[in-house]
């Protein structure tokens, strides 16, 4: 296959892997539970771990992370050089695998905030960035116990990191679009920050 034809085929796969619901199937494989109707009511990682253990929680993660590692790096692999035009390509197929978890098919076009996807996009690249996010993470949630602020510092930070590291503008820029999808799908938790009663992380049950 010629190298759009490979995109167009990367471009869908991602769409439709990225929209199975791991954290809706896992809760409900486990404690037949609705997750869509518990907690935060998110479908991601976190609102798992909380409603169904920690353990499910980072099954849940990982299994959201391979939702954009996956594609992209079949696509890092089938087309071939890193290009500016590949890494372009490459980086239109992880925003796709981001609007499939985000807006899920299979879920009515609903799903979880996207920042574990966002993780395993940008680790194709080069994991630098994804090591320098994660210790704005830790240390933002370390210091004040909030996921989502964590999470909303940690890929505001991924464009500024793929800008020093050289990469493309196309890239940076949909880098910045993703980040933004994401912050946009943190809305209430940011009305909540801002208000002051946004749920802070606690021990959580390890079963």
Same mark, same amino acid.
């Given at each position: ?39 935060? #009511?998110?479908? @991601?990682?976190?609102? /798992? %771990?909380?409603?169904? !253990?920690?353990? *499910?929680?980072?099954?849940? =993660? ?45 879920? #009515?076009?609903? @799903?979880?905030?996207? /920042? %574990?996807?966002?993780? !395993?996009?940008? *680790?194709?690249?080069?994991? =630098? ?79």
């Amino acid at each position: 296959m010629d190298t759009w034809t490979v995109f167009i085929v990367l471009l869908i796969a991602a769409y439709l892997l990225a929209s199975i619901p791991f954290g809706l199937l896992v809760s409900q494989k486990v404690l037949r539970l609705d997750i869509t109707k518990a907690g935060s #009511r998110n479908i @991601g990682a976190t609102n /798992v %771990a909380r409603e169904v !253990g920690l353990k *499910w929680g980072i099954i849940t =993660f990982l299994a959201d992370t391979l939702k954009g590692f996956i594609p992209v790096a079949f696509a890092h692999y089938l087309l071939g050089a890193s290009t500016e035009i590949n890494e372009a390509l490459k980086g239109m197929i992880g925003l796709s695998a981001l609007l499939g978890h985000q807006f899920s098919f299979y879920n #009515r076009f609903k @799903g979880g905030k996207g /920042v %574990a996807t966002c993780l !395993g996009v940008f *680790w194709v690249f080069h994991q =630098f960035h994804v090591y320098f996010s994660g210790i704005i993470f830790i240390i933002v949630v370390s210091l004040w116990m909030y996921i989502s602020l964590g999470s909303i510092l940690a890929v505001l930070t991924m464009p500024i990191w793929l800008y020093l590291m050289g990469h493309s503008a196309f890239l940076i820029l949909l880098s910045l679009i993703i980040s933004l999808l994401i912050i946009f799908q943190h809305k209430e938790n940011i009305q909540r920050l801002i208000q002051g009663n946004e749920r802070r992380w606690q021990k959580v049950k390890l079963h």
